[in-house]
């Protein structure tokens, strides 16, 4: 299959370069498997003095694709994220990006360009306000067993608090009903925040939490599922960060080692 971009035109008349069909092919996943340490890991290994997860083992029962949800806080989310990831699901994952920022065609400042977006970062464009047809490549992703992961804020926090949760994951999963996997990212602002361009190096934490499966045989719409995610995601929101090799009474008072990386 040829890498040939398939060009979209919203009525703002900008150009978008994908989504690329062809990035779940084997050759696209080889190539992006040879590419995960340049493009994700070496990122952690420079800027994250310590990844702590947890819930790892509520990813054993998944059979089938999944959506993945996380807080946005920072650049870093991705390669954190990816990072904590067992193999399997490295092996299989989409995530969505903002087209406006990552897939437009002709960008000046843009350097990694669309399609190398799709083949080395797995990245497919969302158009944020785009409505329903935007959510088009992702359920074709999904019919195609591949799990994606869409950070449901829309855009990075500027504060400490979780932002408020659009609904594409919600109609996505009542949709294709496929279970929603939220994971926490903790730690990732304080690295780089949103503006900024210097990362201070530090520790940072996953909490991968139990699936949600969302049906509408519940009798539950879009906006009470969506609410539903946000309030679980909210409940752990607050909890202090686990840094290995201390307890819990140490915790509040661990502070990043800013020479370790």
């Not at 800027?47 to 993945?68: N, Q, R």
């Not at 919600?170 to 602002?189: I, T, Y």
């Not at 969302?214 to 909890?239: I, K």
Request: with cysteine; hydrophobic share 35%; charged share 25%.
């Amino acid at each position: 299959m040829s890498m040939t971009s398939t060009t979209t035109i919203i009525p703002d008349e900008l150009e978008y370069g994908g989504p690329h069909h062809w990035q779940i092919q084997p050759w696209a996943r080889l190539a992006r498997k040879a590419l995960r340490q340049r493009e994700y890991l070496r990122w952690v290994d420079q800027y994250c003095t310590s990844v702590s997860v947890k819930g790892a083992e509520h990813l054993e029962a998944l059979d089938g694709p999944a959506i993945f949800i996380a807080n946005h806080q920072s650049h870093m989310d991705t390669p954190v994220f990816m990072q904590a990831m067992p193999e399997k699901i490295r092996n299989n994952l989409y995530f969505g990006a903002a087209a406006d920022r990552w897939f437009v065609k002709g960008k000046k400042k843009l350097i990694l360009q669309p399609w190398y977006q799709s083949l080395a970062m797995g990245n497919f464009p969302i158009v944020r306000g785009g409505g329903s047809r935007t959510l088009d490549y992702a359920k074709w992703l999904l019919d195609h067993n591949c799990n994606i992961c869409i950070f449901p804020e829309g855009t990075r926090a500027t504060d400490g608090k979780l932002g408020q949760f659009r609904h594409g994951v919600s109609l996505l999963a009542l949709e294709k009903r496929v279970p929603v996997v939220p994971v926490l990212l903790k730690g990732l602002r304080e690295l780089r925040p949103k503006g900024s361009r210097e990362v201070t190096p530090g520790p940072v934490s996953v909490s991968i939490l139990e699936p949600v499966h969302l049906t509408r045989d519940s009798g539950m719409g879009v906006e009470a599922s969506t609410q539903l995610l946000w309030e679980r995601m909210n409940r752990e929101f607050f909890e202090s960060i686990p840094f290995p090799g201390r307890n819990e009474s140490s915790q509040e008072d661990a502070t990043p080692r800013k020479d370790a990386a």
